[in-house]
């Protein structure tokens, strides 16, 4: 009565986790999972405002070739106090002024060797890199999508097959209670199923957390709970020979692109480097102007003319700059070398990875198969007293083993399948023609690469563009 009671209670307790947990009727595919986790992805809004920031950079480095004008402004009150030793009642005598000045300076670059026009160059090559270090993420978050979507997926046939196996041991349960009542088992066949029931239940629990945990890593992902999941039919298309893979990804892999645009980028840094003593020539102007209130005098002075300067002695600071921007142009080469080991290594542990899994779940269907016709067998010979309850619910548990290995060697496979995908640098919203509208960083660049004024079209078209970021 005791273990009667107590088995009683722990199914209430599943039985209250399967009506708590969330049921969902709304039809998802992987396509959906992808699409929210694209829109929903903080990470990557976060570095696309950082490639904004990195567009700006090339505005700027433009505003430097061009004329710099300023404007000047003052307005000064001048009060002075006087005592005269020869006045008889000592009066003070006092006077005050106000002058205003205005003036306007100009400063175009003429000539440093090509310095400024170098810093454009470096800038365009570092957004050209953090592009390629964007996509990149957007790899991440859409693996890290299909991953759960595939988890989510497994979770859920791991419940209905615990399911199925809890309803299977209670009649298993129930026929061995009955053969108890006749005689033709013992108290010990009854309590052997009595105690594998109360282990299924606990599996059972156990898989609905396992459930509730992949739905909230879903989540966190795509940005809501999972639907109605449907299962993709086919796996993606990629390339089937290891060595070629290998060949494309290193060429088209992002993080192989940015590395490349890196190296370009600090190749022209040393550039500036080697000009750094090279002297700049500026073309002035001023225009100054100034008036005292109250007087009728009034001034005004235009000057123009060119200004040559440059370095003499700087302490070593400037070779020192020369040596670092090497160094650093050293350092980004020796990272492509690195970032191409890696980019290989993930290509082909991927595809070591996706080969395993498919010759699991191949095993999977003959390890099923076997364990159906042991199970179908010893269930017979149950019947007709060759067999012991025991024999029979250890191959009904070798049967549900081989039936989990399958769900799990399936969602394993379709993994390995995106794993493939992303060390192939193919994991994105374009390759997998998601359908949905992308972010173009082209769009954004296209309007701030001119440094355009704030007043102008195009800067109106920016303010534009920026509220309607920010909105979203």
């Known amino acids: 009565m005791l273990k009667s009671a107590i088995g009683s209670i722990r199914f209430t307790v599943v039985s209250a986790v399967l009506a708590v947990a969330p049921i969902s009727v709304t039809a998802e595919t992987l396509r959906d999972a992808l699409v929210g986790a694209y829109n929903h992805s903080g990470l990557l809004e976060q570095n696309r405002a950082l490639l904004r920031a990195a567009d700006e950079d090339v505005a700027q480095s433009v505003a430097a070739l061009r004329p710099i004008i300023n404007y000047t402004a003052s307005v000064t009150r001048s009060i002075q106090d006087s005592r005269s030793s020869f006045s008889p009642t000592g009066a003070v005598l006092g006077s005050a002024t106000t002058d205003i000045s205005a003036g306007i300076n100009l400063s175009i670059l003429v000539w440093n060797n090509g310095i400024s026009k170098l810093g454009v160059e470096a800038a365009k090559e570092t957004v050209l890199s953090a592009r390629q270090g964007l996509i990149s993420l957007e790899q991440q978050v859409l693996f890290q999508a299909a991953a759960a979507f595939f988890n989510v997926g497994r979770e859920e046939e791991n419940v209905n097959l615990l399911r199925s196996n809890l309803r299977l041991i209670r009649q298993e349960l129930r026929a061995a209670e009955d053969r108890f009542e006749v005689g033709e088992v013992t108290r010990t066949d009854v309590a052997q199923a009595q105690a594998r029931l109360a282990e299924a239940r606990g599996d059972l629990a156990a898989a609905m957390g396992g459930l509730v945990s992949a739905q909230e890593a879903y989540a966190a992902v795509v940005g809501r709970k999972p639907g109605n999941l449907t299962q993709p039919r086919r ?232 509220r309607s970021l920010q909105r979203n």
């Open 235 to 466: 796996l993606p298309k990629f390339e089937s020979n290891v060595a070629q893979a290998k060949k494309v990804a290193l060429r088209r892999h992002p993080d192989i692109l940015q590395a490349q645009h890196a190296i370009s980028a600090a190749d022209i840094v040393v550039q500036q480097a080697k000009r750094n003593t090279s002297p700049t020539v500026n073309l002035t102007g001023n225009v100054n102007s100034s008036n005292s209130v109250g007087d009728s005098s009034f001034s005004e002075t235009t000057t123009f003319g060119l200004q040559a300067s440059g370095p003499i002695y700087q302490g070593g600071a400037l070779a020192s700059q020369t040596r670092a921007a090497i160094a650093n142009r050293d350092s980004q080469r020796g990272n492509l070398r690195a970032v191409a080991d890696v980019v290989g290594q993930n290509v082909g542990n991927a595809y070591a990875q996706f080969r395993v899994s498919q010759a699991q779940l191949e095993e999977t269907a003959i390890q099923i198969q076997a364990a159906q016709i042991a199970y179908d067998g010893v269930r017979e010979e149950a019947t007709l007293g060759a067999r012991t309850t025991l024999d029979v619910l250890d191959a009904e548990q070798a049967l549900l083993n081989a039936q989990a290995s399958r769900i799990s060697a399936q969602a394993d496979r379709s993994i390995a399948a995106y794993q493939v995908l992303t060390s192939l640098g193919l994991m994105t919203a374009t390759n997998l023609d998601l359908g949905i509208q992308q972010y173009d960083p082209n769009a954004y660049y296209n309007l701030v690469k001119d440094s355009p004024r704030a007043k102008s079209d195009r800067g109106r078209k920016l303010d534009k563009v920026l």
